[in-house]
């Protein structure tokens, strides 16, 4: 749903699956054919370019994670946006990303924002401390659904 914000429920049905697989399944989308423009998803700083993509018109669909851009860049988006955050994010300024994502739902642009608790930056990394599977694995199924609902065509 558009506009929506969710904390995450972590439960058992989250299934375990490598971040290289779940990559390469959302390589396998296809692109948008009413639109023929890529669609883009992206963490930290990669998610901080997939963004400015967004915001050029350059895709159809982008999901972000741990990531975002200035009110001015959000006024411009028009695509779909899901983002996904981390509740303890030392690198994200919880009040810049609440003004992104406040820009974008006064821009009229769909955003999904998700939140998972007790995470931190790179939550969805598994390779690196802070990686958190469950977290990850639900990330990478709503990550899969956006990018399908969005550019099935």
Same mark, same amino acid.
């Not at 904390?7 to 296809?30: E, H, K, M, T």
């Not at 990669?46 to 959000?74: C, F, I, K, P, Q």
């Not at 994010?89 to 994502?101: I, K, N, Q």
């Not at 939550?123 to 956006?146: E, K, W």
């Given at each position: 749903?558009?506009?929506?914000?969710?904390?995450?429920?972590?439960?058992?049905?989250?299934?375990?699956?490598?971040?290289?697989?779940?990559?390469?399944?959302?390589?396998?989308?296809?692109?948008?054919?009413?639109?023929?423009?890529?669609?883009?998803?992206?963490?930290?700083?990669?998610?901080?370019?997939?963004?400015?993509?967004?915001?050029?018109?350059?895709?159809?669909?982008?999901?972000?994670?741990?990531?975002?851009?200035?009110?001015?860049?959000?006024?411009?988006?028009?695509? @779909?946006?899901?983002? =996904?955050?981390?509740? !303890?994010? %030392?690198?994200?300024?919880? #009040?810049?990303? *609440? /003004?992104? &994502? +406040?820009?974008?739902?006064?821009?009229?642009?769909?955003?999904?924002?998700?939140?998972? @608790?007790?995470?931190? =930056?790179?939550?969805? !990394?598994? %390779?690196?401390?802070?990686? #958190?599977?469950? *977290? /990850?694995? &639900? +990330?990478?199924?709503?990550?899969?659904?956006?990018?399908?609902?969005?550019?099935?065509?």
């Amino acid at each position: 749903m558009f506009g929506s914000r969710d904390q995450c429920s972590l439960g058992s049905s989250c299934r375990p699956s490598s971040y290289g697989a779940s990559s390469s399944q959302i390589s396998a989308i296809p692109p948008c054919r009413s639109l023929q423009l890529p669609s883009q998803r992206s963490s930290s700083l990669g998610g901080n370019l997939v963004l400015h993509a967004a915001r050029e018109g350059t895709v159809d669909a982008v999901v972000a994670y741990y990531a975002a851009r200035s009110e001015a860049d959000a006024a411009r988006t028009r695509c @779909p946006v899901q983002l =996904h955050l981390a509740e !303890n994010d %030392d690198l994200e300024d919880p #009040d810049d990303l *609440a /003004a992104y &994502v +406040a820009a974008l739902e006064a821009a009229g642009t769909p955003v999904d924002v998700f939140t998972y @608790p007790g995470t931190g =930056h790179s939550f969805a !990394n598994l %390779d690196v401390p802070l990686g #958190d599977a469950a *977290a /990850a694995d &639900v +990330a990478r199924s709503r990550t899969l659904g956006f990018l399908r609902a969005r550019l099935a065509g």
